[in-house]
């Protein structure tokens, strides 16, 4: 089993919409958890830390859920620029665990 | 720069050769990691160094793969008789020390090619 599963998408949606993306994990120890964007052929980029009380970042809001493992991401009024690539990332014992990314296209 | 950087961006190469893959962290940063991602695919882990040792090399998939931090900065990823599946990109990251892994801060990548 994976250590992160992602929907792999890919999401198409339009310019203004909410989409949300969903994550889960499969070792209970893990400590820390991510949000990273990576835009094609570009390096992966944190987007957003993610803290068990749930965060918020503009337009961008992270959730965890320990109890069943499950991370979130909600984008509110998507532009065209959050078109990329969003992974989903779980720290713990000094690694970082990536899923296989959530393909987002915003469409005019 | 203050950012990782990873030499060469892009290498191709005969399938049986070696290469030499070079990433340098951000300054004070001990904590390296190498991955490798292919297309579609989210980064694979392939080896952790904390300092000069590699704590976690249970990514790398045969013997055909090492790396070195001999310094504790610079690290070298060697892949000896390449094969066309080691065709992807190789990632470095580095990260602040503490109680539990930060932000880890990658470098552009470099992108091998075995032909």
């Known amino acids: 089993r994976k250590e992160v599963e992602q929907d792999p998408g890919p999401f198409n949606v339009p310019e203004g919409a909410t989409v949300a993306f969903n994550c889960t994990y499969s070792?209970?120890?893990?400590?820390?958890f991510f949000w990273y964007r990576q835009d094609c052929r570009k390096e992966p980029k944190l987007l957003m830390s993610?803290?068990?009380s749930g965060n918020e970042d503009g337009r961008f809001t992270a959730q965890l859920n320990r109890a069943s493992q499950y991370i979130s991401l909600l984008i509110r009024d998507s532009k065209l620029s959050d078109s990329a690539t969003y992974l989903c990332?779980?720290?713990?014992?000094?690694?970082?665990?990536f899923g296989t990314g959530t393909s987002l296209t915003v469409i005019p | 720069g203050a950012g990782v950087s990873q030499t060469p961006s892009n290498k191709v190469t005969e399938k049986g050769k070696y290469v030499e893959l070079r990433c340098d962290p951000i300054?004070?940063?001990?904590?390296l990691y190498w991955y490798r991602q292919s297309l579609g695919q989210g980064p694979e882990f392939l080896i952790y160094?904390?300092?000069?040792?590699?704590?976690?090399d249970s990514g790398l998939p045969n013997d055909r793969f090492f790396a070195v931090r001999p310094e504790g900065s610079v690290s070298t990823l060697k892949i000896q008789r390449t094969e066309r599946g080691d065709s992807a990109v190789y990632l470095c990251?580095?990260?602040?020390?503490?109680?539990?892994?930060?932000?880890?801060?990658f470098g552009q990548g470099t992108r091998l090619t075995v032909v």
């Open positions: 070792n209970s120890a893990s400590q820390s």
């Open positions: 990251a580095s990260s602040t020390p503490g109680g539990g892994p930060t932000e880890a801060f």
């Open positions: 993610v803290y068990s």
């Open positions: 300054s004070g940063h001990t904590a």
């Open positions: 990332v779980v720290a713990g014992g000094n690694q970082f665990y």
């Open positions: 160094f904390q300092g000069t040792g590699a704590a976690d």
